[in-house]
């Protein structure tokens, strides 16, 4: 066993909160960007986002419903953002996708940060000692997985027409 697997066997119940509530926090700003991302070309693929970023706002409540069922609301709380996450890139040239692969490029890296975020939240579950936290890691796990195949089955069928008014943003 190496000194991470240790270290991570280690980790307390409020630690373990905080993990999971601030991860899954940046989640649903990823999500909710990619969906105004596609909106102008994609309105589906848009919606699709949508609705992962409100299955993202259930798991924060489920969250903080077992945080405060352990007396660890602090865990939960609302602290300030000191940097944005990975997918805010304010050097990028378009907010909106514009053409078919740009939408290509957005929907890869989304496939490989849900591909991550399932791969954490086992981290979590295999390193999980408290029992309170076992169900609602263990369906974060499974909720994971089938989002990770949903977005790889999208950017593997993702195909799109292009009206006259988007490629007018090209230039």
Same mark, same amino acid.
């Given at each position: !066993?190496? !000194?991470?697997?240790?270290?991570? $066997?280690? $980790? +307390?119940?409020?630690?373990? @909160?905080? @993990?999971?509530?601030?991860?899954?926090?940046?989640? +649903?700003?990823?999500? #909710?960007? +990619?969906?105004? *991302?596609? $909106?102008?070309?994609?309105?589906?693929? *848009?919606? $699709?986002?949508? %609705? /992962?970023?409100?299955?993202?706002?259930?798991? @924060?409540?489920?969250?903080?419903?077992?945080?405060? %069922? %352990?007396?660890?609301?602090?865990?939960?709380?609302?602290?300030?953002?000191k940097k944005p996450p990975p997918f805010f890139n304010k050097k990028r040239q378009h907010f909106f996708v514009v053409d078919e692969s740009m939408g290509r490029k957005f929907l890869e890296r989304a496939e490989e940060a849900a591909q991550e975020t399932y791969a954490f939240f086992?981290?979590? +579950?295999? &390193?999980?000692? &408290?029992?309170?936290?076992?169900?609602?890691?263990?369906?974060?796990?499974?909720?994971?997985?089938?989002?990770? *195949?949903?977005?790889?089955?999208? #950017?593997?069928?993702?195909? /799109?027409?292009?009206?006259?008014?988007?490629?007018?943003?090209?230039?």
């Amino acid at each position: !066993m190496t !000194m991470d697997k240790l270290v991570a $066997l280690n $980790l +307390l119940p409020q630690e373990q @909160l905080n @993990l999971a509530y601030s991860h899954e926090k940046n989640e +649903l700003h990823r999500y #909710r960007w +990619l969906a105004l *991302s596609f $909106l102008p070309i994609d309105p589906p693929v *848009s919606r $699709l986002m949508k %609705m /992962i970023s409100m299955e993202c706002v259930q798991r @924060l409540r489920n969250v903080q419903d077992v945080a405060k %069922m %352990m007396d660890l609301v602090a865990c939960t709380e609302e602290l300030p953002i000191k940097k944005p996450p990975p997918f805010f890139n304010k050097k990028r040239q378009h907010f909106f996708v514009v053409d078919e692969s740009m939408g290509r490029k957005f929907l890869e890296r989304a496939e490989e940060a849900a591909q991550e975020t399932y791969a954490f939240f086992d981290w979590l +579950l295999e &390193t999980n000692a &408290t029992p309170e936290l076992h169900q609602l890691l263990f369906r974060f796990v499974t909720q994971k997985k089938n989002e990770h *195949s949903i977005i790889k089955e999208c #950017r593997e069928q993702w195909k /799109i027409s292009f009206s006259e008014p988007v490629a007018r943003y090209k230039n």
